[in-house]
């Protein structure tokens, strides 16, 4: 699996968020590394898809060997109904 290579424990670039727009660089990799690709945040490592597939295959087949998801909290704002409590 091609990987965004990490720096120290800093993970895997962008380092400037802010300055960023998140979907023109994912779009950017996507075209450069593929469908699929891993990348680090921090010192935790985590995979970037959009294989139709592998996310079938994770979230419905495979789902209790992938129960670790990331936590997010949103305010009410920012809430809509597929990300509703």
């Not at 023109?24 to 469908?35: E, P, R, S």
């Not at 985590?46 to 305010?75: C, G, L, R």
Request: net charge negative; with cysteine; charged share 20%.
């Amino acid at each position: 699996m091609p990987i965004v290579k990490p720096f120290l424990c800093f993970g895997s670039p962008p380092y400037l968020w802010h300055k960023l727009i998140y979907h023109d660089w994912y779009v950017q990799k996507i075209n450069q590394l593929g469908k699929t690709f891993a990348r680090y945040d921090g010192i935790l490592p985590s995979i970037v898809t959009i294989d139709p597939e592998m996310i079938k295959e994770i979230t419905a087949k495979q789902f209790e060997n992938f129960t670790d998801v990331v936590e997010m909290n949103f305010t009410p704002e920012q809430t809509t109904l597929d990300l509703a409590r």
